[in-house]
């Protein structure tokens, strides 16, 4: 229970910290959403433009910095993310409602599947060390040095390009038309293939290291002495014996590092040209467009907050003195 | 991303005599150290080797390797092994930088947080969890955007001032359970003051943790600050590998069967990344050595769980 | 004698150091459902009273968890009591700052491991000048470990602890504790990590130091045979009470409480004939009680073989027992109260 | 790549053809007005809404093609408008389109300053019969293009109903173009051709696919294997990526109008405030390197005139004295020239007038990556002259702001463009626009260029009464350009395209100029009107 | 109840931690009977391959311990006697906790810290007969829990809801849950208080009375195994250097270190005894002295002590029981060469 109220009051702490960050950041970045349209646009906008744009995206009027916020909040109490400026009049949660399944699709199915197969693999690991298992540390480590997007890239190249087997970009092909037949799916399952891999590529490894270290630390525990001296089967031991307690460490590691992982994940959809909240951060980033920017950052947060917390409950149901005292 | 692996392990006590020779003895600490010499050696004398001037045009445009130019040149005819060579020093240097600080944040707020008690303690524990939730490199490219002048002394303090977390709370549970050693107590009831213990009791065994969290503070800023460059945020120095492949990109050099102007930075990051991880697994398995991963001697495989018998070896007999 | 069941006078000048109803509850922290309900404390220690002399040595027995240690982090002051006080030479102890250098100088503590209270990454000889340093005291680090009897002390200075065996580490710890010239020494412990043959070392040398350098030892033990074997006087702990006290001989021999009694009958004895099973299981079993809500009266009383109802309702005082010429004895139990024994 | 039928170079058989842009994920908004509308982003709005009169950019002194308007007259100094408005045509919901719906577009356009994009200063637009009559606060012969092409014109029946147009997204567009929207995703648009009701012949195009792609790698990648037709995006090596996957069909072409880039240079500085070293600095630019090497020797067409006006498109508005005067890179007699008027040189170093070397700091957006690759290029040509520059990567926003505070040395820019060389100019040196250095908000004039005759031939060109006062105007202008050199100019804007012509024939080209390629311009229209099956 | 009949015999074990020239030899031809039905205690001091013994008879050593030698046999009720040595990874697996169980030290650690104590119990009938039901299996856990007396409430727990003793408790319940006839117990109490450990001896003497296993049990408390333990081993630095049934032991070590560990505690009643203990300190397996390892601490040693091990024999005069009693000293060996 009192594990719970820390964790509920950590989580409204962190939504806290990252709304204000969120509010306040953005609007310390020089320039404004209409000189860098202007600037964007290299003369294909004309400089006339201008004035209207400051009406149209209602820049022409002045508020305090700490009023700002109060709206801002209140805003976010009532779920409005204000409007897009690329996408003006598109109320950033509509941007947010294109984008965000794609990301969950790609980097919320990835990561897990990342996280349960390289735990899987780093139980192996573990498990049979001394074996053909250590031969996947070498490759495990250089993998988990290379940065996502470049990985990407090569792959881009070597599997996309020319003639390759995946397409180098987008969520699906161009003409089909979203909703749930097979074209679609099929089509935005083989776009994902190719990003999905490399995040599971670059970001597996990591996994794959730490769980096979807690499984080598938790080897050693009387318990698994005792479990083996019980005579249980082998199986058994290093399921419900050794990866079972391994797992519980890296469960809360998984919770904690979803931030850093998301954050490099995102780097996947610029260089896929993937249509998720990554790719319109950085668009957005670069467009000055706050409310998009803040919608996006919020919601990577909350989502990463989200997952943390089902990482937590997960954790709860995984070790029992967590749980309420008996 | 190289996680920090095991999140927190018992410190043995630190065998002293034996201990430079033991990190030494491991073969991974050995390799990564050679490889991050090398690196460092580069970033000192990098800038001075290079054959060209990084920005240099030439005549000889997007050619593959030659004898003139070893990786190769850019669509202006800049030579690119000059510009890798310029670049190590940008890399090496924001990524040490950012190490410094973020470990030095770290254990002002992990051995702080971890060995004082109450609110202020729960605090700061509460602050870096929450900078080890909130996305990382968003943050970082939102930050850095903020900022009105940017160059390769503030990328490294932004990686810095927003990487710390991890090693703030690897460093808070081990202070946590050094705080209550009996050597801790002992030396309070010698009358030590807190700094005192704080700095001569519980630092120094704690420095294989801090040298893994500053070593996977580097890898992060190393990661992270090429990804600025790449994606192409301002104020990393010109030659930054991340930014010779933000030029690569940009100029769409794989399309265009430029492969050389891609490969070298990719291969020296991932090269740079790797000694560092293994450097780091060096520095695990010293203060788990539980971790070494060698148990196959000589043919014999060492289970749990079931001791290998050895028939007409070396036998108990003196 | 009921006079030693009193905290000894003031003024009173070979008492060192003394409690009077030192008290400790640590605090637990709220959970959810006990947001709005009172604070909960583990009750530690409760209304512990004990003196140190110049010259002897005061046991404190008690099985784990009643509490030994943090009786002698209170007197070390490394924790501040809920209530009561500790007196040095009868004056009430204030630890602020400085004030607290000054009050280690006079009172020391040794650790129960000394395989963790010695920092492993310190040799011998900064652990020593460290603590000679603070103090600002004159003997030298050699001094110290031939006082120790760990000689020729130059083989020693430089090693660092994990060179050294459990029992060399102890008297590195005693003499680091000894650097600061202190008048009270608190063992907490000392020998119960070490190996049995090494253990009666250790304890010959602190009765040795207390002989020559008249230092009045605590010495905290859940081992009631080397209690009695060592020490002057006897106090037994039970759920952070003193429940009797008196000397060493009166206490083992002639055990008046029935916790005492249980303890000394569940001791192993390899002098004891088969068949005596009786008596322990006659001496009451169960575990100890919880400390958050600690019994009411008596807190032995659900496990005492003799629980009376007025056990169960008032804390017995501490009351004098017969004793039979080997010093004064007491036991906090109603049946050493007139009434009871007449009624017995 | 992908083995599905409905993509790829198989639009003929369906009569579909695909175009692409690079610009990422769009969301649903039709809003013909809107800069950050998909309609406008993509360039379909041109496909569902029509514009007044169709002229082409790159011969913009040829008379405009009637479009909804079959007569326009403009009287009075060019304060008012006359038009006669088309009678045959119909919105796509089948409703006439009225004079009174091209006054109520112009007076809503003059209601909402927000979506009044080109400032035109509107006073009136009244209609009568077929007959609408536009009046302005001030004289719109520059405008006239923007005004007559780049307005789309819209059905008051619906648009009356719309309560705010400035953040509406007309989920529904009813446009007078030949084409209705079918189905909108971020990533596709699909226009489907009307069945009936388009005032001329309904084009064979029978679909027009807009796809958007993320970046230009993608957009590249489409055209080079054929799932995009017709797209506009920079593409570094265009030989080898796009035009070399199949050279019989995959064609480009990008004709200049009349807009330029140049380095402009913060004239308040000293010694740049000295048109003698700016004359030097212009003449070691090689133009030619910064269009092969910057801008992959097509995207921005070299300026190879000396008043920095982009032939052919503005052949006809040359001075005579300029006619024909070709640039040229001339090293020896830029140092000639600086030597002469009393700049010296110490072993390679150019020292000013009062002895201080003559330095410089060019300065742009990290990512902008035609340009910094262009200020390389000029570094290079400056260091022949012996004025040492440095490149800067400035931060995007930081170079913004500086830019318009003008606290810059030298940067590259872009300047207006339109139907004459006045918008070009204007934006170099029209001293109305002046702010001083530290003021922000200035529309153009970066350089902070002031010279009042510039000033006044601007002001004089945008106002004369006639044509012989704007010709005086215009020659003044080139003559103050080719004596000044305010800016130095190192290419043309462009407006152009790539295409395939596997599937459609009937492209404007070299050969057949008959509008810029361009896919967002209004002559898209135009073009898909003109495609026929490849045979 | 106590017999001759060995159910478990050590001959020459010899166990090393590590391979190669810096291995340590903990345990050194170390040979041991233990009979049915009995207790044997093994006593000695930290560090003297006391626990390395009893993991490496049933090749349970953690790495990097080796087995470099000798043999355990098990004598099984009626058939021919298995060396544990050379069972296959399958069977030993099979034979493990059903013949031979074993309770460790710490009993924290020695529990599964995220499974029920019912889930514990039941895993280990299940792994040895597969064929009973849950609920079999489940009932069978509770009748444990009783034997041990805890309530067959505390099935559910989880082993961080249970005391220490509780947890020893369980142990004990699971490693009866087979039946076997050897219960190898390390220091099954030392992390217990007094009371606490008389309690847990207490029930295991009574059911050893009730089930009838034979028991080894390693503790460094002599004074704990005199009173519990019908025969008594004495280790030092690897090997055994006595054996002796309890009281005989008690009354007359043969051993100089015997002797020294019986006079380093303290007694709680009679008259307050000599204490002399032992000078020194405990040898390093690293480096062994040579000839009897206990000779540098030893108050009464003498020329062959340096230089030769003495061998584990009967001494003099204790032909009428041959094995009861046996001791490695040259004291006694000399005695015996001369007579
Ligand atoms: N810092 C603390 N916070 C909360 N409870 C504490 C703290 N320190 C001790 N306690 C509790 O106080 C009680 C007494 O602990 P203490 O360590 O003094 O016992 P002890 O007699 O020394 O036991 P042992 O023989 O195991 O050392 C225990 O119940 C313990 O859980
Ligand atoms: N992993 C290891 N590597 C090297 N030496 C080891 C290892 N484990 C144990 N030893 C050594 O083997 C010897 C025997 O250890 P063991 O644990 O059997 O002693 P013990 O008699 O059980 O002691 P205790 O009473 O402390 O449990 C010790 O000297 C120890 O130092
Ligand atoms: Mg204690
Ligand atoms: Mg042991």
Known sequence: ?326 | MALPTADVMPVTAPVKRRRRSRLLANRKATIGLVIFGFFCLLAVLGPVLAPYDPGERGDQLLVGPTADHWFGTTHLGQDLFSQMLDGSRSVMLVGLVAGVVATVLGVLVGVTSGYLSGLGSEGLSALSNVFLVIPALPLILIITLSLPETDDMTIALVIGCTSWAWGARVLRAQTLSLRRRDYVEAARATGESTWRIIGFEILPNLTAVIAASFIGTVIFAVLSEITLAFIGVPGVSEWNWGAILFWAQSQQALAQGAWWWFVPPGIAIALLGTGLALLNFGIDEYVNPRLRSSTKVRGVRMRVGFTPVLRGSGHGHD | ?344 | ?535 | MVTTEPVLEIRDLNVNYGLGDDAVHAVRDVSLTLNRGEVLGLAGESGSGKSTLAYGMLRLLPPPGVITGGQVLYHPRDSEPIDLMTLSTAKLRRFRWSEIAIVFQGAMNSLNPVHTIAAQLCDVIAAHEPRTSRAAQRSRAKDLLELVGINADRLGSYPHQLSGGMRQRVMIAMALALEPRVVVMDEPTTALDVVMQRQILAQLVELRERVGFSVLFITHDLSLLVEFSDRIAIMYGGRIVESAPAAELYRESLHPYSDGLLHSFPALRGPRRELTGIPGSPPDLRAMPSGCAFHPRCPRAFEPCADESPVLAAPPGSDERPGERTVACWLHAVERVKS
């Not at chain 1, 994940?265 to 993937?274: M, R």
């Not at chain 1, 954790?315 to 029992?320: F, R």
Request: with cysteine; hydrophobic share 40%.
């Open chain 3, 1 to 344: 004698m009921t006079a030693s069941t009193e905290p000894a006078a003031p003024g009173t000048t070979d008492v060192v150091l003394e409690a009077v109803g030192l008290t400790k509850h640590f605090p637990i922290r709220r959970r959810l459902r006990t947001l709005f309900a009172a604070q909960r404390a583990v009750h530690a220690v409760e209304q512990v009273d004990l003196a140190l002399r110049k010259g002897r040595v005061t046991a404190m027995v008690g099985e784990s968890g009643s509490g030994k240690s943090t009786v002698a982090r209170l007197m070390a002051q490394l924790v501040r009591q809920t209530d009561g006080q500790v007196l040095l030479h009868g004056e009430p102890v204030r630890t602020g700052g400085r004030r607290f250098r000054a009050y280690c100088r006079r009172v020391q503590m040794v650790f129960q491991d000394p395989f963790a209270s010695l920092n492993p990454i310190h040799t011998v000889r900064y652990h020593l000048t460290r603590a000679l340093r603070i103090h600002r005291s004159e003997t030298s680090a050699e001094e110290l470990l031939t006082r120790v009897a760990l000689t020729p002390p130059e083989r020693f200075l430089s090693k660092f602890p994990h060179e050294l065996s459990g029992g060399q580490r102890q008297r590195v710890a005693i003499a680091r504790a000894l650097a600061a010239g202190p008048e009270a020494l608190l063992a907490d412990e000392p020998v119960s990590m070490l190996d049995v043959s090494i253990r009666l070392g250790v304890l010959n040398l602190l009765r040795d130091l207390r002989d020559r350098l008249d230092l009045a030892i605590l010495y905290i033990t859940h081992d009631i045979a080397s209690a009695r074997y060592f020490a002057d006087e006897v106090l037994v702990l039970y759920a952070g009470q003193v429940v009797e006290g008196g000397s060493g001989e009166a206490v083992t021999q002639r055990a008046a409480h029935p916790y005492t009694r249980l303890l000394i009958a569940s001791a192993p004895d390899p002098d004891r004939i088969a068949g005596t099973e009786a008596e322990v299981t006659d001496a009451g079993g169960g575990e100890p009680p919880s400390l958050i809500e600690p019994p009411a009266g008596c807190r032995f009383h659900p496990r005492c073989p003799h629980a009376m109802a007025r056990c169960e309702l008032e804390a017995p005082p501490r009351l004098p027992v017969e004793s039979n010429g080997d010093g004064p004895h007491w036991a906090a139990c109603w049946l050493y109260d007139a009434n009871t024994v007449e009624a017995g």
């Open chain 1, 1 to 326: 229970m009192g594990y719970l109220l820390r964790r509920v009051g950590f989580y409204v702490f962190t939504a806290w910290a990252a709304i204000t960050i969120n509010f306040f950041l953005p609007r310390l970045i020089p320039g404004d959403p209409v000189q860098s349209l202007i600037a964007r646009s290299q003369g294909r906008l004309d400089t006339s433009a201008i004035e209207s744009l400051y009406i149209l995206f209602g820049l022409d009027t002045d508020k305090g910095i700490v009023e700002q916020y109060g709206d801002y909040l209140g805003q976010l109490f009532r779920g409005d993310l204000g409007l897009s400026f690329t996408f003006f009049p598109t109320p950033v949660s509509e941007v947010l409602a294109d984008s965000l399944p794609w990301t969950l699709g790609l980097v919320g199915i990835t990561t897990v599947i990342s996280f349960l197969l390289g735990t899987f693999m780093g139980v192996l690991a573990g498990w049979w060390r001394g074996s053909w298992a250590d031969m996947l540390m070498p490759v495990t480590t250089f993998l988990s040095s290379i940065p996502y997007f470049w990985l990407g890239l090569i792959a881009i190249t070597l599997l996309a390009d020319r003639g390759g087997a995946f397409p180098s970009s987008g969520g699906y092909d161009p003409g089909v038309v979203p909703s749930w037949d097979m074209d679609f799916v099929w089509s935005a399952v083989h776009h994902s293939l190719l990003p999905a891999i490399t995040i599971l590529i670059s970001s597996m490894s990591g996994w794959v290291l730490s769980m096979r270290n807690m499984m080598l630390t938790v080897s050693s525990e009387d318990y698994i002495t005792v479990a083996h001296a019980k005579g249980l089967s082998e199986r058994r031991v290093m399921v419900g014996y050794a990866a079972r307690n391994a797992l519980l460490p890296n469960v809360s590691g998984f919770a904690l590092s979803l931030g850093l992982i998301v954050g490099g994940t995102l780097l996947v959809e610029i260089v896929f040209s993937y249509p998720g909240v990554g790719f319109q951060l950085f668009q957005a980033v670069g467009a000055k467009d706050y409310p998009l920017v803040q919608g996006i950052f919020l919601i990577i947060t909350l989502s990463v907050l989200v997952a943390n917390l089902f990482a937590d409950l997960v954790y709860l149901l995984l070790d029992p003195r967590t749980r309420k005292e008996g």
């Open chain 4, 1 to 535: 790549a992908c083995g599905d039928g409905t993509t790829g170079g198989a639009g003929n058989p369906n009569g579909v053809l695909n175009i692409g842009m690079p610009n990422g994920p769009q969301t649903e908004n039709h809003n013909p007005f809107l800069p950050s509308s998909s309609s406008n982003s993509l360039g379909y709005r041109w496909a569902l809404y029509e514009p007044l009169v169709m002229t082409n950019q790159v011969k913009p002194d040829e008379e405009g093609k009637p479009w909804l308007a079959t007569e326009w007259t403009w009287s009075d100094n060019f304060r008012e408008l006359d038009l006669t408005i088309r009678d045959n045509a119909t919105w796509s919901d089948g409703k006439p389109v009225t004079a009174q719906d091209i006054a109520y577009t112009f007076t809503l356009l003059k209601n909402t300053p927000a979506l009044n994009i080109n400032a035109i200063p509107y006073a009136e637009a009244v209609a009568e019969d077929d007959k609408v009559t536009v009046t302005f606060t001030s004289s719109q012969f520059v405008n006239q293009m923007d005004i007559l092409t780049q307005t789309p014109m819209v059905p008051e029946h619906i648009w009356s109903k719309i309560t705010d147009p400035a953040t509406d997204t007309v989920k529904n567009p009813v446009g007078s173009g030949p084409y209705t929207l079918k189905t909108f995703t971020p990533q596709t648009v699909t226009l489907t051709v009307r069945d009936s009701g388009y005032w001329q012949d309904l084009p064979q195009v029978k679909e027009l696919r807009y796809t958007s792609y993320n970046d230009n790698n993608a957009q590249t990648t489409a055209l080079a294997n054929g799932s995009s037709e017709w797209a506009f995006t920079f593409i570094s090596n265009y030989k080898a990526v796009y035009v070399d996957k199949d050279p019989e069909h995959h064609k480009l072409w990008f004709p200049p109008v009349l807009g330029v880039h140049g380095l402009f240079l913060n004239t308040e500085l000293k010694p740049f405030d000295d048109p003698v070293l700016r004359r030097a600095m212009n003449m070691v630019i090689n133009r030619n390197d910064v269009f092969m090497q910057g801008e992959a020797g097509y995207f921005y067409p070299e300026v190879k005139n000396v008043t920095g006006i982009p032939t052919p498109a503005g052949e006809s508005f040359l001075a005579d004295e300029f006619k024909g005067e070709e640039f040229e890179v001339d090293v020896d007699g830029a140092r000639k020239l600086l030597t002469d008027s009393g700049y010296t040189y110490s072993g390679d170093t150019l020292l000013d007038k009062t002895g201080k070397p003559v330095q410089l700091t060019l300065s742009n957006p990290a990512g902008w990556s035609d340009y910094i690759t262009t200020l390389e290029i000029l570094k290079d040509n400056f260091s022949d002259l012996g004025i040492a520059a440095t490149v800067d990567k400035a931060n995007q926003d930081t170079w913004t702001s500086d830019v318009d505070t003008g606290q810059f040395e030298a940067a590259m820019h872009w300047t207006n463009n339109g139907a004459t060389p006045y918008d070009l100019y204007q934006s170099i040196m029209d001293g109305a626009l002046y702010k001083p250095v530290g003021t922000a908000g200035v529309n153009g004039n970066w350089g902070r260029f002031r010279n009042a005759d510039a000033t006044e031939a601007l002001h004089q060109y945008a106002n004369a009464a006639d044509d012989t006062v704007r010709q005086e105007a215009m020659d003044e202008l080139q003559r103050i350009y080719v004596e000044q050199a305010p800016v130095l100019i190192t290419g043309a804007a462009n407006a152009g395209g790539e295409y395939s012509t596997k599937n459609w024939v009937g492209w404007p080209d070299e050969d057949n100029q008959y509008a810029p390629a361009q896919p967002t311009q209004p002559n898209a229209l135009d073009i898909i009107l003109r495609l026929k099956p490849a045979s």
